[in-house]
């Protein structure tokens, strides 16, 4: 019987500390999961950035499967979620909750289990104290006749070491489940704490001599007195202890945890999630965007980064070598991407010495069918489609209608004939690097415009749709509505003389009200200049000086 007792009794001092350690890293990682509110507030605001049109907040809150960033506050979210049984835009707790029950039924297992341990211990001290006490132990026929005062010493040692280090376990466990976030990892813990009072059993029966085991399996029972009247007071004593470390257990632990995961999902996922901020240091003013909702990406629908990674995982180079990726354009080293991907488009559209439809994609141009430069134009075509919604473009063609949209600057870049970068009279609504016409691209232009006349010529279309997608281009330009200014009435008066009256009526409206850009001069930003429709009008002919820098060629002579 010593021997036995005083390997459970070393076997449990050594589990104890391990899962006291255990204990502590798990409440570390739950204080720094579930933050105090305002250590998660700061957090929401310092998370709010913008990712493919959506919040990074939006996106945990809808846990989102396609993040790279924050995924450890989306699994958080997940577990809350499965923990108190609610949906992932409830903010209210559920009358039931699963993971509150799972987690009381598993405090109640190991409170059954610790007091199996505490009543062994008990039924052998009371077993032990009818031994009589004596210089010497008397062991005959697997009876205890006799016991020494020094194993009965020890042994009283042991039932106490027992008992400590059941209650320590019994507090430990039951603190360690309460403090469980998830429910997986809440079955996983209540079966490692059961089988921790089983260790010494396995190891006892693994390790020890055989011939001590058959000793032990062939001591005679001892006889303990119960009566009635104990077994009853007993058996109420046991229910009331049980009962009274699960109750405590869910008012002190659980209970405090549901409401803190609560709190946790308001502070992240309660009000407005739809917008994203950043600081500008230079000016000093903090700057929003309204983002879409993360919930329209519950159809599987990619954004263009992740469409375009899905698409190349299947065709890289390491598997299929000499294929060409559909959307994205490699660098050829480290410093060529750091710049490629802070490129803006000025930079991109003064990157090319040609124009890259007309002397690249179109049929029979000088560098078509160019076994380096195809690829690299095909891609740009492709991802200029996708930026628009459009997968695998194959051709300007396809893409004809969407040139005059605000975020077609790609489409302006690769197919500058077709969106008439290189027609001298187009409409002006975009004609500049900045919305992506090629600088080769607008120079064909200017050459071209050496055949135009030097002439007024607002009775063409171009004239025209200028002014009629004036609403379109600097309400896409600015990211606001212009008709809900101040301005848009003056401005559409000058929109309807311009209509009505033509060129002239630049002599009265000479400039902008929105943007304050002069229309002959144009805006470098948005529009080239007004005087390739009314050259007479903006001073480009019988000049007397230096001959203005917006002025077509044609009026140069």
């Known amino acids: ?63 989102d499967g396609a993040l790279i960033l924050s995924n450890r506050q989306a699994d958080l979210m997940k577990q809350i979620n499965a923990f108190l049984g609610i949906r992932k835009a409830e903010l209210l707790p559920q009358p039931f909750q699963p993971g509150v029950l799972l987690c009381v039924l598993c405090i ?38 006799n016991i020494s005062y020094g194993r009965y010493s020890l042994l009283l040692l042991t039932y106490a070491a027992r008992a400590t280090i059941a209650s320590v376990l019994l507090a430990a466990g039951i603190l360690w489940l309460a403090r469980t976030t998830s429910i997986q990892e809440l079955m996983l813990n209540a079966v490692a704490l059961n089988a921790i009072l089983d260790v010494d059993e396995f190891l006892f ?15 005679e029972p001892m006889h303990v007195k119960y009566s009635r009247k104990r077994s009853q007071c007993e058996t109420l004593a046991h229910f009331a202890f049980v009962s009274a470390a699960v109750v405590l257990a869910y008012f002190l632990l659980v209970g405090p945890l549901t409401e803190t995961m609560l709190v946790v999902k308001r502070e992240l996922c309660g009000g407005n999630q739809s917008f994203v901020v950043s600081y500008n240091r230079n000016t000093q003013v903090t700057h929003g965007f309204v983002t879409a909702k ?104 396809q893409l004809r209608s969407m040139c005059n949209r605000s975020d077609a600057a790609l489409l302006r870049l690769v197919c500058g004939e077709t969106c008439g970068c290189v027609d001298p009279l187009a409409s002006p609504w975009y004609k500049v690097t900045a919305q992506g016409c090629s600088t080769a691209c607008l120079h064909e232009a200017d050459l071209l415009s050496a055949n135009v006349s030097c002439e007024d010529d607002e009775t063409g279309r171009h004239w025209e749709e200028f002014w009629r997608g004036y609403e379109e281009a600097v309400s896409g330009h600015f990211g606001d509505e212009v008709t809900q200014t101040s301005l848009w009435y003056t401005v559409n008066q000058t929109i309807q003389g311009m209509l009505s009256q033509g060129c002239a009526y630049l002599h009265t409206e000479p400039q902008d009200f929105v943007t304050g850009a002069t229309w002959c001069e144009g805006m470098p930003d948005l529009f080239k200049p007004l005087a390739s429709i009314c050259p007479q009008t903006c001073g480009c002919s019988g000049f007397t000086d230096v001959f203005p820098s917006y002025c077509g060629s044609s009026c140069n002579v």
């Not at 255990?22 to 305002?38: D, K, S, Y």
């Not at 409170?111 to 077993?127: H, I, M, Q």
């Not at 029966?205 to 001591?219: A, F, N, R």
Request: charge should be neutral.
């Open 1 to 63: 019987m010593v021997p036995r007792q005083a390997t459970r009794v070393a076997l449990q001092l050594q589990l104890t500390p391990a899962l006291w350690l255990q204990l502590t890293l798990q409440h570390r990682m739950n204080a720094a999961t579930l933050e105090v509110p305002e250590d998660r507030e700061t957090k929401r605001r310092k998370i709010g950035q913008e990712l493919e049109c959506t919040s990074l907040v939006s996106r945990v809150c809808a846990l």
């Open 294 to 397: 993360a919930a329209a990406r519950d159809d599987g629908k990619l954004s263009v980064s992740e469409l375009a990674v899905k698409k190349h995982i299947g065709i890289s180079p390491e598997t299929t070598p000499g294929e060409v990726p559909d959307y994205i354009l490699f660098s050829g080293s480290r410093a060529a991407f750091d710049t490629d991907r802070q490129q803006d488009m000025n930079e991109q559209a003064a990157a090319y010495p040609f124009c890259i439809e007309t002397q690249l994609l179109k049929e029979g141009a000088l560098l078509n069918g160019n076994a380096h430069m195809q690829p690299v134009a095909e891609i740009l075509l492709r991802n200029a489609g996708l930026a628009l919604g459009y997968e695998m473009a194959s051709s300007c063609a």
């Open 205 to 219: 029966s693994c390790l020890t001599p055989i011939k001590i085991q058959h000793v032990m399996q062939s001591l």
């Open 108 to 145: 109640l297992l190991w409170t059954l289990c610790v007091y199996k341990e505490l009543r062994s211990v008990w039924l052998s001290l009371e077993a032990t104290m009818q031994i009589s006490k004596a210089r010497r132990t008397t062991f005959e026929n697997g009876v205890f006749h």
